[in-house]
Structures are given as structure tokens and as C-alpha cells.
């Protein structure tokens, strides 16, 4: 039989803000479609992915082995090899090429919405705090993007994620969901773990208190200006 290894991959830090993130996203949706009200929820929310990315590209630094971002970026030979077939053995343990693409494009997406909804203006009841430093043009601009292409790029994206998922679990037979769950993934040969104890917990918990007071700090930007 072959010896399998019992290997930890995706540290705590990095599993919350993963499922942090996607419930976040899920209720920013359900808020911006029900608008009024629930838009004072909505930017809560924002402020609160706000956090969620500032923690996670430090994390990116940081955390934990497979969760660094020097651990899945490939190069385009990499990526080429991997859709041909010829996957390095490593391509396999924490994010794979595609999987990289993925996850550097739904960062990327979200920063932007996030950003733009920062300056965004419904000209009814709701501005971003960020909108009173920029030009009216800008704001248009920013809004427009929010509400048109901003959120179905994220939705685009997303769906694509939850595609892929579903295809490496029901076709490849690889288990993905479970290990951002308990963190340990089964490999076929030995791998450098992640760390995952608690003074690395601890290192993470600063890095999220310092990424909210910043996400509070943005917010309060527009209670100041709200005062003039």
C-alpha cells in the first residue's frame, strides 16, 4: 500500500478569513440587492472585507508556508506545464497554478470594488467616506464601476471558484473544501507543514486588530466629514 502523509497545510488564521470572506461576500450581495436600509449593513460589511484583504496580503508575507504568496507564484512555464498535463509535484499540496490565478484575481477584484465603493455616492442617503477627496467626475466614475462591472466581476469570479471546486472534487477526486476546514491535507510524499501554533495565531491576531483599526480609521473619514 502506499504510505500516505497526514500534513498541515492551511493554518487557522488562513481558514477563517477564508470562510470570513466568502460569508461576507454572500451577505454585501443580499444587502446591495435589498438596499434602504440594509445599505448601513452593507458598508459594514465593506469596511469589514476592507480588513479581511489588508490582513490577508500581510498574511500573504508572513503566515503560514502555503499560505505565503512566494508558495503559488508560478510562472507562465509553470502554469503551461500544469495545463498540459506535466504538473511539478509541489502543484498539488497547497494552491495549484489555476487555483493561484484564482485567488490573485479574486483579491485583485475585490480591492477594486472595495476601493471603489470607498468613493462611491448613491446622491440619496449613502457616500463612501473617501468621496469628499476626489472630483465629482471621479466619484461618478467610481460608482459606476461599483454597481455595473465591479459586482459582476466579483460574481463572475465567484462562480467560476465554486466551478473549479466542484470539478476537482467531483472529477479529480481531490478533497478541497475538508482541509480549509481542519487545515491537514492527505499527500501521496512528505511536505513542509505550515505553521500553525500559538505564537503564530497570536502574530495573526495583531496583524487583524492592526487591519481593523485601519478598516475603522477609512470609516471614520466620513463621520469627520459628516461633522463639518
Known amino acids: ?27 454585501l450581495v443580499v444587502t446591495a440587492k435589498l438596499g434602504g436600509n440594509a445599505m448601513e449593513w452593507h458598508f459594514r460589511l465593506g ?40 504538473a511539478h509535484a ?16 479574486l483579491l485583485a477584484v475585490l480591492m477594486a470594488q472595495v476601493g471603489t ?6 446622491e440619496i442617503a449613502f457616500a463612501g467616506p473617501l468621496t469628499r477627496f476626489v472630483s465629482n467626475a471621479v466619484v461618478g466614475q467610481a460608482t459606476g464601476y461599483h454597481k455595473e462591472i465591479g459586482q459582476y466581476l466579483v ?5 467560476l471558484h465554486l466551478l473549479a471546486i466542484a470539478f476537482y472534487v467531483l472529477v479529480r477526486r481531490q478533497r478541497l473544501v475538508r482541509p480549509m476546514l481542519h487545515g491537514d491535507k492527505v499527500l501521496p510524499a512528505p511536505a513542509a507543514p505550515s ?3 500559538l505564537a ?5 491576531l ?12 477609512v470609516s471614520s473619514l466620513g463621520t469627520a466629514a459628516a461633522g463639518f
Do not use: N
Open 206 to 217: 495583531v496583524v487583524l486588530a492592526l487591519s481593523a483599526a485601519l478598516a475603522w480609521w
Open 1 to 27: 500500500m502506499t504510505q500516505q502523509h497526514t500534513t498541515r497545510i492551511w493554518d487557522l488564521p488562513t481558514r477563517i478569513f477564508h470562510w470570513a470572506l466568502a460569508a461576507s461576500i454572500v451577505a
Open 47 to 86: 469596511y469589514g472585507v476592507l480588513a479581511l484583504l489588508v490582513f490577508r496580503v500581510v498574511w500573504g508575507l508572513i503566515g503560514g508556508r502555503w499560505s505565503r504568496f512566494a508558495s503559488f507564484l508560478y510562472s507562465p512555464v509553470r502554469v503551461l506545464r500544469y495545463l498540459r498535463g506535466s
Open 200 to 204: 503564530s495565531r497570536a502574530v495573526a
Open 90 to 105: 509541489e502543484d498539488s499540496i497547497g494552491h495549484s497554478p489555476l487555483g493561484a490565478l484564482s485567488v490573485f484575481a
Open 195 to 197: 505553521r500553525d501554533d
Open 117 to 122: 465603493g470607498l468613493l462611491s455616492d448613491d
Open 155 to 159: 460574481l463572475g469570479l465567484v462562480a
